[in-house]
């Protein structure tokens, strides 16, 4: 039987060689490096005396690894992978890490438990509906080559690279949201990662109208336009100023699946395609 405990003090080579191994044969390839494996960890706040392991001996055969931060104004976890060992599974070991995160993260404190679930991983998606979770909402995560819309972008626009780090203007970009971005995308994961990101603000008049944040690679973490400059081309010159500086190839995870202006931006410009995704959220009685 597998004994469940913190992997607090286990070293992250270890956690790495078991996380790729669980995501070998995911519906989703992972083909991380260890430097991607700790970029992401970095972004989504990356605590290992919250993250549980399931060992057999010394060795990790299943884990979930937790981000620590704030969520709705609770202090929050959040889910950066579960995964086991494809010869571990079969005998309930998700279910029982699931259980006991439930148990022990109140103690420390946490109200609120936050993750993403692939929509079509139904044996997922059960695990943590009788864990406690609820769908807070649906995110589609559309990918692609960029092609040029042929939307025109309003005469005088021009772009400036946003300050970075704790400089970010959060206050002033999230008055052009309708929905937040989810926990990887969101502000507080922009203030993590000050030097490996393209931040860009789209200017007209001088004022900041828009803006667009995305990784080096192409992956978009937030996009959004002024509510009163709407439906001027604002949003498609962003994709095509970014696609400039970062590569054709762009993907959105996660756009919220209500929003069909933005779906239908991205779609015009070439990026469609991907897979679909649950938040759930379940609340945690201290």
């Known amino acids: 039987m597998s004994e469940i405990r913190s992997l607090a003090g286990e070293d992250e080579g ?37 993250s549980l392991g399931a060992y057999e001996g010394r060795r990790i055969v ?28 079969g005998g309930g070991l998700s279910g029982a890490i699931a ?24 044996p997922a998606l059960k695990t943590y ?10 995110l589609e995560c559309p990918e692609g080559s960029y092609a040029d819309p042929g939307i025109p972008a309003p005469s005088g626009l021009d772009f400036v690279d946003l300050p970075l780090g704790h400089a970010f203007p959060r206050a002033m970009l999230s008055s052009f949201r309708d929905w937040e971005p989810t926990w990887q995308n969101s502000d507080d994961s922009v203030v993590r990662m000050p030097g490996s990101l393209v931040a860009l603000g789209a200017r007209l008049d001088g004022r900041l109208v828009g803006h667009v944040v995305a990784s080096p690679k192409g992956t978009i973490w937030q996009l959004a336009v002024a509510r009163d400059e709407r439906g001027r081309g604002i949003g498609a010159a962003l994709l095509h100023e970014l696609s400039v500086r970062v590569g054709p190839v762009l993907r959105y995870i996660n756009v919220q699946a209500d929003d069909k202006a933005t779906l239908g931006l991205l779609s015009r410009c070439g990026i469609r395609d991907g897979v679909g995704q649950y938040e759930m959220t379940r609340e945690l009685q201290g």
């Open 14 to 50: 270890r956690i790495y060689e078991a996380f790729m191994a669980a995501f070998a044969d995911y519906s989703v390839p992972v083909s991380w490096s260890r430097a991607d494996f700790d970029e992401a960890n970095a972004r989504r706040g990356f605590d290992k005396a919250i």
């Open 62 to 89: 299943g884990f979930v690894l937790n981000g620590s931060g704030t969520w709705g104004g609770e202090k929050a976890a959040y889910d950066l992978g579960t995964g086991v060992l494809p010869e571990a599974r």
């Open 99 to 122: 259980a006991e995160l439930v148990r022990f993260l109140p103690g420390l404190g946490f109200r609120r438990y936050v993750l993403e679930v692939i929509r079509d991983n139904l």
């Open 129 to 138: 509906e009788k864990a406690g979770f609820r769908v807070t909402r649906e």
